[in-house]
């Protein structure tokens, strides 16, 4: 299910009663989905047969199959639908699969954070397959506005991808495939050879191999030899995290614009190579729901999308619902879900000239369980999954023409619609600049060198560290969406977050003109630039300094400490001289003296020129301690800096996307050794050795014993993060004061029973972006530039700002920059409270209103992060709020 449950875990308990009414509608049930009715009887009489046993004629259409291909239970050696697939299986046996046709190439595309392969199936006649790169690219021409005119269809091929259980936990896709694979290779009918003759289908077993490896061993390693079925055996019920997300407990069924992890990095890379026509994403939802298929609500579709997309989803649709018509599935369409953020995978195709298709299964979650329709099994699941992965490829061989010239349409009105104006951005830091470049080259959009100085507006840019991305160009649609701030909603509920402007997100320089550019192409960004430091830094050197203000700076601040190097950081805007001309160090920039440290002076300068050049961070030299303002280095106020040693707090309850989000900035981009320790184990847990602790987001019990130590803790001088819900929890138990924005109710006389629960809808914030002002004197905002912020809000905590000192980031007068907010939380968030420092005994709570990591891309974020982490001790005592 594509929900964005907050609290990571998902369950669906509900207890039926097994009365002989609802056995005989179960039986009924069965009959028509030609399941043995004695074993079920037996199940209930005796409960010793295993239920999800059927055979290959359960799923298969009647029609032969070729004798000589092994099946899926003679690799597996188990019937699909007996056990839950492990991807390590899957992958094995799609490959021993294809091993046996010449109808199928394997191709591996990617690896996972866990070194899990990604693979592809690309299923199509042997005819097509030896041409296959050239069938690929003539197919690929339909999207060029230059050359689409030229192609005839009837001669191309349509392009199908089928993806399976992007969320781990939702597995009947998964399991589904391999028959899916085994029926295209083995089957033997006219449709079938039609449909090989007209289509390449890309089969894509598993969008997201280490989280389903996580739940098969959960679900098999619980399932009963007498099949349990009630909902609240601990089969059903993973525990936290679950196997729903990757390894860092990130949601990849989010990831598919910004592709933040190299999972999604190389789908979106193979997406473009193939430019499928139709792209399927295979879901489940609620133990108590049907089956549902896309179009979803038409009110809910991104604006950017074609009108065209939503019905053809619709035509394609009247495939699925004949399918399921016919083994007696019930399904629904068009009442939930949404096509609005492209950062999923069944919305992100309706922008790049292909129909994305959601489907959700209801969720078996074992192998067979109570629900409110009867008892759910898991090969029913999977046989849904089975039939409208068939009814997908009907629709595309019988709609291919249609298909293919929608393809050709929308890239060449897109184009010709096009205005001849640019977006233009600045920024200096490599990694930041690097990460947006590569990601609009990922999704295939053009990039220029900006080569004279312009003004829009009040904003000037110059030439260096400037790009430009036209906006008449291919991809013109993903450009849009990418970089437009919105303000206008059909509708003020959102499956997710209503905005993602990306230059805001990374808090970099940017700006929109209308004026027509004219391109020279040779200024075209193809390949990431190497990062050198051209520092001369010779044996004269008194010190280096590490500018804070390049992102991964952390990193190799963390780096050097763990060396054991003494650090220091400078506090206030202050001038050295540098190969004997003045500079100025930013507040917060490093500084590592040569002299008196464990390694001696020329290892410090080799071991930093090396470091800083492979996290792409500014170094320079320093040839005296003495500056020109008087504070020197051996300043008293400029303390060796402490290492910090930080924990997380997560497990059941903890937001597991947010604690992800921060594991995954310190683990992965700062590399870091972080702890994390899980919530019921803080009572037995010694704290002594940290000197933070992060709590996420999520729900704390004030009745746990943990908290208690916490308290101790922090009393004793520790420091706190805390974000979002996690500021509530500290409020309640008296550990931070705040006085919260009031709330104006609904009036009695509007509160009908649909108005009152749209009104609620309307009053949730899934994801806006808002401006916060920032005080840049202050430590958290050591590194930072502008006094204004982009932060991502989700959720309506809203606080007063009751001390200004201890307040260093409040939201603006007027903080809406882009997304939906309903007027009511606008007025709110006016001057609102962002962060609070606040003193507890002798340790120090930094409360954070918004989660500065958002999905990982929330670059902007990261420096207020890195700054609460590693500067906490510099923020001073008299500021905090009592
Ligand atoms: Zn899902």
Redesign the pocket.
Known sequence: ??NSNTTGTTRYDMKIDVNTNSIMKQIKVLVRNRINVTAFIHILAFTTISFSQVDLSYYLPEISYEEDMPTPESILDFQIGEWHISHDKLAYTMKELCENSDKCIYQEYGRTHENRPLINLIISSPKNLKNIDKLRKQHAQLTDPQLSNKIKTEDTPVIIYQGYS??GN?SSGANASPLVAYYLMAGQSDMLESLLDNAIIILDPCYNPDGLQRFSTWANSHKHKNLTTDASSREFNEVWPGG?TNHYWFDL?RDWLFTIHPSSQARIENFHKWKPDILTDH???GSNSTFFFQPGVPSRTNPNTPPVNQSLTEDIGNYHAASLDSIGSLYYTKESFDDYYYGKGSTYPDINGCIGILF?QASARGHLRETKNGLLSFPFTIRNQFVTALSTQKAGLKMKETLLNNKRDFYKKRYDNATDGYYIFEEEDYYKKNYFIEMLNRHEIEVYKNDKSRKIGQQKFDTKHTYIVPIKQRQTTLVKTIFEKVDQFKDSIFYDVSAWTLPLALNIKYAESQDKILIDKKNQILNTPTFKNNEIINEKAFALAIDWSSYLSPALLNDLQSKGLKVRVIQQNTNFKSNNKSIQLQSGDIIVPLSNQSMDKQEIIDYITQKSNELYVNIRSIDSGLTADGKSLGSPSQEVLPKPEVAIIVGEGINAYEAGDSWYQLDFRYKMQVTMIDKNDLPFTNLDRYTIIILPDGNYSTENRGHKKIKEWTEEGGTILCMRKAIKYLSQVGMINLTVKKNKNLSKADSTHTKFRNYRGSQVIGGAIMEAVVDLEHPLFFGYKDRTLPVFKKGTQFYEVDQASASPMQYSSSPMLSGYASKTNQSKAENAMGILCSRFGRGKIISMVDNPNFRGYWLGGSRLFANAIFFNSLINEDSLAE
């Open positions: 299910m594509s992007v969320h939702e729903r069924n879901h489940e939802m959700e």
